[in-house]
């Protein structure tokens, strides 16, 4: 099957930093992308929906200004948490769909666990 | 508002038979999926249900009635790797994906 790959895995910072999250398609274009966040215990809670060339779209309650989303190319979307502070120590997650797959399936990538200090 | 249902958490016996059941009221319905999530772990792809029926896939199964707004994930022959949570979402008519809250299922030995 289709595979995304999410670079870190882990990830621990200081309060205040920024740190970036990758997330990379490897055998498929993806013109959307998606980014969510779920913290311990609770479901996965979307974020925004990346799509490539143009502005992220973001759920209602998440700041643009905040978490930064890039999605520069069919096969990358970036994530940037600005600032970051010890309450948005979570799981992120990013998924694509693959235009070819017929179910509309989402693959999802790894996961990166990000602990602000 | 958009709604999804599922029991938080159900446990079961290694080698029984569990049936997670999943209700949902969305604005529109292209679609419902099941996926699987260890702890710690992003969710993997179980199925994907758009037309009434039973789907199977080896141990694991899924329903479909859209009339009743109902859907469930049936596991047989359960093993202790079975132990996970499993998410339902539903895609509404704008193809946003509406996910349930997840129910952790217990295996017991």
């Known amino acids: 099957g289709a595979v995304v790959s999410q670079h870190p895995s882990w990830v621990i910072c200081k309060s205040g930093t920024s740190v970036k999250i990758e997330c990379r398609s490897l055998?498929?274009?993806?013109?959307?992308m998606f980014w969510y966040r779920q913290f311990p215990k609770q479901s996965l809670m979307l974020m925004a929906t990346?799509?490539?060339?143009?502005?992220?779209?973001?759920e209602q309650g998440v700041e643009k200004d905040k978490f930064l989303i890039n999605h520069a190319s069919l096969t990358l979307s970036t994530l940037t948490v600005t600032s970051a502070h010890p309450e948005d120590s979570s799981f992120y997650i990013c998924s694509a769909r693959s235009l070819a797959a017929e179910s509309g399936e989402l693959f999802f990538g790894e996961g990166s666990r990000l602990t602000v200090l | 508002g958009q709604n999804i249902d599922q029991p938080t958490e159900m446990t079961a016996t290694e080698g029984a038979i569990v049936q997670i059941n999943c209700t949902y009221q969305?604005?529109?319905?292209?679609?419902l999926f099941w996926y699987q999530q260890h702890a710690g772990e992003a969710p993997t792809f179980l199925s994907y249900n758009v037309l009434d029926g039973l789907e199977e896939k080896g141990r694991f199964s899924s329903f479909l009635s859209r009339s009743k707004g109902y859907s469930y994930l049936l596991l047989k022959e359960l093993q202790m790797k079975d132990s996970a949570s499993y998410l339902c979402a539903v895609w509404d008519s704008n193809y946003q994906l509406i996910w349930g809250a997840g129910t952790k299922l217990i295996i017991k030995p």
């Open positions: 969305t604005s529109g319905f292209n679609g």
């Open positions: 990346s799509n490539e060339g143009s502005k992220a779209t973001y």
């Open positions: 055998d498929f274009q993806a013109t959307t």
